[in-house]
């Protein structure tokens, strides 16, 4: 019975529904393209601006870089510095990291000392956490006390395996 009914409909009552469905009028069946156009200069009227423009200016506006590809096309020169440039930063970049200053076994026994002391002096210092910034300021003052101690010669040999 469905399917009775179904077949039953025309073609062109279906038509008819969906134009006025979408509240479109029977003479104007087809749909119209959109218009950017109509669109800015609506837009441009609800907020007051561009009142000295006219329908040319807006044309070239939406016209503009309708012939930009979107990309820069490069000659094989170009191509070529761009790599070579591109390069020449990254090794300025690798020999700028390596500049960075690791501080001596002394440098960093001094600022730990001064931590120490300061952080000792602080309402929110707790036992264990001195105890483990301790260690540390032990540390970085053993490993001193390592170099400034003189090495025996045999120091320098490595065993034989």
Known sequence: M?????????????????NKLLKLTL??????????FEEITEIMKVLSIGEG??????KEWLNYDSE?????????EEIIEDLNSNE??????????????VPSHAEAFEALDVAFKWFERQDESDPIQLLQLKRIRDLAAMKRCDT???KSIKSYFKPKS
């Open 53 to 58: 423009c006219d329908e040319e200016n807006i």
């Open 27 to 36: 003479s104007n069946s087809a749909i119209k393209p959109h218009d950017d």
């Open 88 to 101: 020449r930063e990254d090794e300025e970049e690798t020999e700028t990291e390596d500049v960075t200053h």
């Open 2 to 18: 469905l399917v009775e009914a179904w077949n039953s409909v025309e073609s062109q009552t279906l038509k008819r529904a969906w």
């Open 148 to 150: 400034l101690r003189q």
């Open 68 to 76: 930009d590809p979107g990309f820069q096309i490069l000659t094989d």
